[in-house]
């Protein structure tokens, strides 16, 4: 009887170890592997926007480049796509927020002479191209010599999947935030 109530307790003791080992391990999977990338935006009255990275083994701040040289540093260290994505996305957020003579600017001399001779024709061709509320999706980007080519597709997001286009939009890069684009006429 005696035998019988020391196996007894050993098994509770087990059983009590072995739950305790279960709960750690949820506990150290839900901290290290569930957690969103991006946790948090924060901003301070001396510092600038920065995105809170967590990555498996350590914390890294990201910050928001605000002036020409912290952008020309910051995109010295990326790799060609994605310098040519965020060279697109300026771009865009220029067409997004209606800035469209910031965006005329940016195009290629020849291709704006050829194409929108002047800046009303390229907001008339922006304003029947792109839908009111349109989202970007790239696909691929290639680089042919000096000059890069994106496909994208432009998503309309309240309306149909009809009205999705594709786009090519080409990417000659001077020097680090020095660029020129010209696009596919669709």
């Not at 948090?40 to 040289?69: A, G, H, L, R």
């Not at 910051?74 to 997004?96: N, Q, V, W």
């Amino acid at each position: 009887m005696a035998k019988l109530q020391k196996i007894e307790k050993l098994d509770i003791i087990l059983i009590i170890i072995i739950l305790i080992l279960i709960v750690v391990n949820l506990v150290l999977y839900t901290k290290k592997i569930e957690q969103p990338k991006y946790m948090m935006y924060q901003t301070s009255e001396n510092t600038s926007p920065t995105f809170d990275k967590k990555d498996k083994e350590e914390t890294q701040i990201v910050e928001v480049p605000q002036t020409e040289q912290e952008i020309i540093q910051k995109l010295s260290t990326l790799g060609e796509r994605d310098r040519m994505e965020y060279y697109c996305g300026i771009y865009f957020k220029h067409i997004e927020k209606k800035e469209y003579e910031e965006a005329y600017n940016l195009l290629y001399p020849e291709f704006k002479e050829k194409y929108f001779p002047t800046l009303e024709e390229y907001e008339t061709y922006i304003n029947n191209t792109y839908p009111a509320n349109w989202g970007l999706e790239y696909e691929d980007i290639t680089r042919q010599g000096y000059i890069y080519v994106l496909k994208l597709k432009v998503l309309d997001l309240f309306g149909s999947k009809e009205n999705e286009k594709s786009q090519r939009i080409v990417i000659k890069e001077n020097n680090y935030n020095d660029f020129i684009i010209s696009f596919q006429v669709i």
